[in-house]
């Protein structure tokens, strides 16, 4: 059974930064290309960040680009979203997803519970 | 970037009705769009992928048709456990997703 787990939300001062953290298994994570996604309070979801098996390919959402840096570590079947200089409007859900896509996102097929940030002062 | 609207924003529709729900694209996506379910506290659901195929164990009351700019969401027959909010979901350019419809029981 596929799981991805997420951790590392919680509150954060604007400014400040943040890590998040994803734990998959019961699927080949190194062969799957993986996405962000973002849920604000009450709102639509929007993509963040896209990374395909061996980081080959990489992609951001063009209002996070520069803030944000999505890594990976197959050897630990995990998935990372650095986040930086975070803003009010980043106050959000963020699942972590496994796409079906192989160099560029596609659709989503496995979506975690997600992980909750706040950015308030 | 391709924007994605979603029509209505909320239903209301009586159990057993047919519930429609339409996706206009900003620019042709071929049928590069996908559908999900989200249930009220909940991670989304895929229900639909390129546009009108259904995702294994997903109810055949369920439908998607259309291509280019415009597609359209069916629930043939509305059912209790069907409430929660739909999205499509483009994927001609990066992803993107409309802004949701929810759907509740009258």
């Known amino acids: 059974e596929v799981q991805l787990v997420e951790s590392g939300g919680g509150l954060v001062k604007p400014g400040g930064s943040l890590r998040l953290s994803c734990a998959a298994s019961g699927f080949t994570f190194s062969s799957s290309s993986m996405n962000w996604v973002r849920q604000a309070p009450g709102k639509g979801l929007e993509w963040v960040s896209f990374i395909s098996p061996s980081s080959t390919f990489i992609d951001y959402a063009d209002s996070l680009r520069g803030r944000f840096t999505i890594s990976r570590d197959d050897a630990k079947n995990s998935l990372f979203l650095q986040m930086n200089s975070l803003e009010d409007e980043d106050t959000a859900v963020y699942y972590c997803?496994?796409?079906?896509?192989?160099?560029?996102?596609?659709?989503?097929?496995?979506w975690g519970q997600g992980t909750l940030v706040t950015v308030s002062s | 970037d391709i924007q994605m609207t979603q029509s209505p924003s909320s239903l209301s529709a009586s159990v057993g009705d047919r519930v429609t729900i339409t996706c206009q694209a900003s620019?042709?996506?071929?049928?590069?769009l996908n559908w999900y379910q989200q249930k009220p506290g909940k991670a989304p659901k895929l229900l639909i992928y390129d546009a009108s195929n259904l995702d294994t164990g997903v109810p055949l009351r369920f439908s998607g048709s259309g291509s280019g700019t415009d597609f359209t969401f069916t629930i043939s027959s509305l059912q209790p456990e069907d409430i929660g909010t739909y999205f499509c979901q483009q994927y001609e350019d990066l992803l993107s997703f409309g802004g949701g419809t929810n759907v509740e029981i009258k």
């Open positions: 620019q042709d996506i071929s049928n590069y």
């Open positions: 997803v496994r796409d079906w896509g192989a160099a560029r996102p596609q659709g989503v097929d496995h």
